[in-house]
């Protein structure tokens, strides 16, 4: 059974896609708020069964009320909008990190890329770090191509072992399919 059903069968000329997952690598949002500025508008053309992904006590859906009315459950997602900004199509996967299955999602981001012939995958994230607000915000990158990087930009200069996100996984997966990926 496919973790993915597809809202429609269009094509896109060579789009990049970005990714972004609640998690512990997405502090205050930073990545998952950013991915939805980005796709606002755009059209879901695949969504990922929630079934299949969340433990609900963990990743709990989120219940609206009114005058003591359940009147809406807003179940953890994870979707894929397609927005052509520019005449570049993107396509942007955002929602909840997923509890279960990490490695068939994986195969699943590999096939979509493979699918809409994807040229780039972006990861967007946000390490939680004591940053006084008074001083600038460190921004890294991580990539499988140093081609991807602008001067400039910083990547981690050190050996790190850190807990797993399914935003590197998954971004980790695709490259060792081919598409470059940069986070």
């Not at 896609?17 to 796709?39: F, H, K, N, P, Q």
Request: charged share 25%; proline share 7%.
């Amino acid at each position: 059974m496919s973790l993915l059903s597809f809202a429609s069968d269009v094509e896109f000329d060579r789009p990049v896609m970005m990714l972004a997952m609640s998690g512990w690598v997405d502090a205050a949002s930073v990545g998952t708020d950013a991915a939805e500025r980005i796709a606002e508008g755009g059209d879901v053309v695949a969504a990922f069964e929630p079934d299949a992904l969340f433990d609900y006590r963990s990743s709990r859906p989120t219940l609206h009320f009114s005058a003591g009315n359940l009147t809406d459950v807003v179940w953890p997602r994870l979707d894929i909008i397609h927005r052509s900004i520019e005449g570049v199509d993107l396509l942007i996967a955002v929602g909840n990190e997923p509890d279960f299955r990490w490695q068939e999602l994986t195969r699943e981001f590999v096939e979509l890329t493979e699918r809409y012939n994807v040229s780039k995958f972006v990861t967007l994230g946000a390490v939680p770090a004591p940053v006084p607000h008074t001083r600038p915000v460190r921004v890294v990158c991580t990539t499988s191509d140093g081609e991807l990087l602008r001067d400039g930009d910083e990547v981690l200069p050190d050996d790190l072992v850190v807990p797993g996100a399914a935003v590197s996984v998954l971004r980790r997966g695709v490259a060792d399919a081919g598409v470059p990926a940069i986070g």
